[in-house]
């Protein structure tokens, strides 16, 4: 079925940066929105950008000017340019597929990578 795949989580240092990429694979015909949530302990599961099909995206408050999500329609592939991180950016960062449409005609489905964690700290 349908996976997602994410790459690029890790540690670094606050002020620093960090690229997550996460690509979609499986029979999908097309996929009307990606994005990337993040949930810290103890806290509930938030958006941190989204961007549709056609380009629009949506970013929490907390990232506006220091993250940047971009996609490329024709991999399924989703990316977040994370720079100038801070403390409280630590969290479980778990990509998003919403909308999904596969060849077969079925959905639409919304789909969940299994998190990769991102920690800054000095």
């Known amino acids: 079925q349908v996976q997602l795949v994410e790459s690029g989580g890790g540690l670094v240092q606050p002020g620093g940066s960090l690229r997550l990429s996460c690509a979609a694979s499986?029979?999908?015909?097309?996929?009307?929105?990606m994005g990337w949530y993040r949930q810290a302990p103890g806290k509930q599961r938030e958006l941190v950008a989204a961007i549709t099909s056609g380009g629009s995206t949506n970013y929490a408050d907390s990232v506006k000017g220091r993250f940047t999500i971009s996609r490329d329609n024709a991999k399924n592939t989703v990316y977040l340019q994370m720079n100038s991180l801070k403390p409280e950016d630590t969290a479980v960062y778990y990509c998003n597929a919403e909308g999904v449409i596969r060849y077969d005609g079925g959905g639409p489905y919304d789909y969940w990578g299994q998190g990769t964690q991102v920690t800054v700290s000095s």
């Open positions: 499986g029979s999908i015909f097309s996929i009307y929105a």
